[in-house]
């Protein structure tokens, strides 16, 4: 099979010592992205080749059960593979991460200094200039420290990451006002060095009063507050078995505007996206009145405390536990009308039995049904281009031998590991 020679071509790769550009053992950052895609490749190729048909050995061929269980092992092994190259290159690429942050932040320091010589033509090179370009150069040096500490965590992002290894919308935009806010300090900290006469100094120092500069620590501070709740409200609800949360390969960037299924959601977008012009709004201020906190109009500030809500609600308005609603004998055209007896297959409809984000095969061979006692493991049915079975409002699963007749229990624990309602159903002889 495809996936057997890619695990073939991992292990003498491995042996051989070769950490080359075509690598696949997954231990290099060369080989880890070469690994990861040769295991998607050869399990999608043998999941459609099951999908039509194909590759059926002739000892289960004759059984339909038999087959269906033959072919949900062998991709539940495949994509065991592909999560295991997807964690290494995720880990790959979690280390190569904190370079390019340092290179992003000294980018950003010459970008600065770019904008500085040109608007100081004419008009010339001033104090506050220079004292923005060392906040700069002191913001990036601390980034660049923290960026090298934590360099196998993502370097400069790693206190925005969760701890389901994607970005999180609340800390970064909490990072990004407190960066800001931080520079604006320096740059009236450095102007204050500066000032040669007690009268300039006096006007800086009045530029850190409270009435001046409310509107951003307004803001500073609930943004802050949103980040410490966020997490908090998150934890609970997952451990409470209202939230269903699985851990992503890696990072990214579209993490700030969707949720963990990749889907883009309103609340994310809308804190984003009115923190980001409010954001802007204030290195203008800055960059205007260098003598003084950004003085952010209340006005904004209520939008963007406004855009905090509507946030929030958002968190605790998504997810939700997995239900069972019902659970049916499964019938296949020509079958006649029966009760549900030991071998037949049962359909268990219900909502959320997939987890956002554990649509991949490794997570959807995770998912488990108790019929009784006895713990059934879900098949995967593979389609063209993906599954038919599990999906998030049905699946079906065989009512085992070891069941008892009589009135059973059935229940499903999904990928996240949280369980459903129980619906007891009757089983005949």
């Known amino acids: 099979m495809a996936v057997q020679e890619a695990r073939g071509g991992a292990g003498a790769g491995a042996r051989g010592g070769a950490h080359g550009g075509g690598c696949t053992c997954g231990d290099c950052p060369h080989g880890a992205r070469e690994g990861h895609r040769r295991a998607v490749a050869a399990f999608l190729l043998q999941r459609d080749e099951f999908a039509a048909g194909q590759g059926l050995p002739a000892a289960v061929a004759h059984s339909a059960s038999a087959s269906r269980q033959w072919v949900s092992e062998e991709l539940a092994q495949s994509a065991g593979l592909v999560a ?7 880990q790959a690429w979690l280390a190569r991460l904190w370079r390019r942050t340092v290179c992003v932040v000294w980018a950003l320091v010459f970008v600065l200094l770019l904008c500085q010589s040109l608007t100081a033509i004419g008009a010339g090179w001033t104090s506050a200039r220079t004292a923005g370009l060392l906040a700069a150069l002191l913001v ?9 500490f934590h360099r196998a965590r993502g370097g400069a992002l790693a206190p925005v990451i969760g701890e389901d290894n994607r970005l999180s919308t609340s800390r970064t ?8 806010v931080a520079y604006a300090v320096l740059v ?7 000032a040669s006469h007690h009268t300039e100094r006096d006007a800086l120092i009045s530029g850190l009063d409270l009435a001046r500069g409310a509107g951003v620590v307004t803001v500073l501070a609930v943004v802050c507050g949103i980040a410490v709740l966020v997490r908090r409200v998150v934890g609970l609800r997952v451990l409470g078995q209202r ?11 579209a993490d700030l505007l ?18 980001a012009v409010a954001l802007l709004f204030g290195v203008v201020r800055l960059a205007r009145r260098p003598d003084q906190l950004p003085d952010l109009p209340w006005g904004l500030g209520v939008v963007v405390l406004v855009s905090a809500a509507t946030y929030v609600a958002g968190k605790y308005a998504e997810g939700g536990r997995p239900v069972i609603l019902s659970v049916v004998r499964a019938r296949e055209a020509g079958d006649l009308d029966a009760p549900i007896r030991t071998g037949d297959d049962i359909e268990i409809r219900g909502a959320g039995f997939v987890p956002p984000g554990a649509g991949a095969a490794d997570r959807l061979a995770r998912m488990v049904v108790r019929v009784g006692a006895v713990h059934v493991h879900v098949p995967l049915v593979p389609v063209t281009g993906g599954f038919s079975n599990p999906t998030d409002a049905v699946l079906t699963v065989p009512v085992p031998a070891d069941v008892e007749p009589g009135r059973v229990e059935v229940q499903v624990v999904t990928a996240a590991g949280v369980e459903t309602n129980r619906y007891a159903i009757e089983v005949t002889d």
């Open 84 to 90: 295991e190259r997807g964690r290494a290159e995720g």
């Open 140 to 148: 990036a040096g601390a980034l660049t420290a923290a960026s090298w």
């Open 173 to 180: 935009v909490a990072a990004a006002w407190v960066l800001f």
């Open 188 to 194: 009236l900290a450095g102007r204050l060095a500066a």
């Open 243 to 253: 939230l269903q949360k699985v851990r992503a390969d890696r990072p990214r960037a």
């Open 258 to 275: 969707t949720d963990d299924a990749g889907r883009g959601t309103f609340a994310d977008i809308q804190y984003v996206v009115i923190s």
